[in-house]
């Protein structure tokens, strides 16, 4: 699968409590009411200036703090399909897996990609193009690739539930 979005360029140690404001955090909010909320303590018009398929890319230690989900959450519902990071917090990468929310983490493309350059990311061959340069990754396995189709790792599981 290949994704095609607008890089999102953002520095080291982004936390949950920016990436999702805590106030919002125990307000049961539909999708669309999350995604507005997105990145608004760094980036007001964030969501904005998000297009479905947009891609985050960000430094060091992504999604560092407390390990809610809604910060996955709030970013897949507002358009972004990608973050490519220096590295990610253990629980957010995982979040983000089971959003559907394909996580890479490559320091080099993270440091060449700028604010607004159109990436392309091809998952399954682990490549990651921008600006006529391609970084590799290792792909990730069939299992998490699948799940990242589906969607998530609920509707992963319902599709196998139901099979």
Known sequence: ???????????????TDVIYPGKYTYMQLEPKEMA???MEDISAE????????DIIVAGKNFGCGSSREQAA?????AGISAIIAHSFSRLFFRNAINFGLLAITHPKASDFIQQGNTLEIDYKSGIIRSKGNEF???????LV?????????IPYLKDKLTK
């Open 36 to 38: 507005i909320h997105a």
């Open 46 to 53: 964030f969501y904005k200036n998000v297009s479905m398929n």
């Open 136 to 142: 590799s990754f290792s792909p990730y396995p069939e």
């Open 73 to 77: 959450a709030c970013l897949k519902y």
């Open 1 to 15: 699968m290949i994704i095609k979005g607008k890089a999102h360029k953002f520095g080291d140690n982004v936390n």
């Open 145 to 153: 690739q699948g799940i990242l189709e589906a969607g998530g790792l």
